[in-house]
């Protein structure tokens, strides 16, 4: 069974360029969490889906953060335009139950904004 | 409010020497518990969680932790480590919804 795939493993972009970081969950996984790593820092969470639905974005550092999944399927985490605090590993994870189950998490994404 | 605090960010150990990464939480509710692993690129993956039930807890590759509630710790032990062992652990705590509460991470590196 294929894991929590998510691409680019890195991206290198410039301040202002936008960036669109993908995640493909588990089949059958009905949850999906965006957490993002600053260099150094806690893993922090950003949001949840619940199939196609926003459940909770109060992790989202601002509007210049935007997350999809449309069809309930893979999403899609676009930064426009990016600043250099955007700078780190955003991860994805799915998971069957929303609470207390193991959340499924990817390789992450490494973004340096330069 | 929740919070873990993972107070070595280094943990230099030779091989086949017993090992102790702390972790530390703050939560006013009842809590799960988390240790992930991530070995050089890598995933997040799961060592270990507590729900419920017994406070020593064993997971994979050898590892164990206990939960402490008086004095709001849940250590991961290994009494022997391998070179492989090298990697960063995470310790995470949730109240039981999918908003899991991670510490700053603690890099294990296992000498020869």
């Known amino acids: 069974e294929a894991g929590v795939t998510q691409f680019p493993s890195h991206s290198v972009i410039e301040k202002g360029q936008t960036v669109t970081l993908r995640c493909d969950p588990i089949?059958?996984?009905?949850?999906l969490y965006w957490y993002r790593r600053v260099m150094g820092k806690e893993i922090k969470f950003l949001l949840h889906?619940?199939?196609?639905?926003?459940?909770?974005e109060s992790g989202m550092p601002n509007n210049r953060f935007l997350a999809e999944r449309t069809g309930g399927t893979y999403s899609t985490l676009k930064v426009q335009p990016a600043e250099l605090e955007d700078s780190g590993v955003y991860f994805c994870?799915?998971?069957?139950?929303?609470?207390?189950?193991?959340?499924?998490f990817g390789e992450g994404s490494r973004l340096t904004v330069l | 409010a929740q919070s873990v605090t993972q107070l070595d960010s280094q943990v230099p150990v030779f091989e086949e020497a017993p090992v102790e990464l702390r972790c530390n939480y703050s939560?006013?509710?009842?809590?799960?518990l988390f240790w992930y692993v991530q070995y050089p690129n890598q995933g997040l993956q799961l060592l270990l969680k507590?729900?419920?039930?017994?406070?020593l807890v064993k997971g994979i590759n050898g590892f164990e932790a206990e939960f402490n509630k008086s004095q709001t710790s849940f250590h991961l032990r290994k009494p022997s480590v391998h070179i492989s062992d090298t990697a960063e652990y995470f310790c995470?705590?949730?109240?039981?919804?999918?908003?899991?509460?991670f510490g700053t991470g603690t890099r294990l590196k296992v000498l020869a």
């Open positions: 994870a799915s998971s069957q139950l929303a609470n207390t189950g193991e959340l499924f």
């Open positions: 089949s059958g996984h009905d949850n």
């Open positions: 889906f619940v199939k196609e639905s926003k459940q909770d």
């Open positions: 939560s006013s509710v009842s809590v799960y």
């Open positions: 507590y729900l419920s039930g017994s406070t």
């Open positions: 995470a705590v949730s109240s039981g919804t999918y908003k899991y509460i």
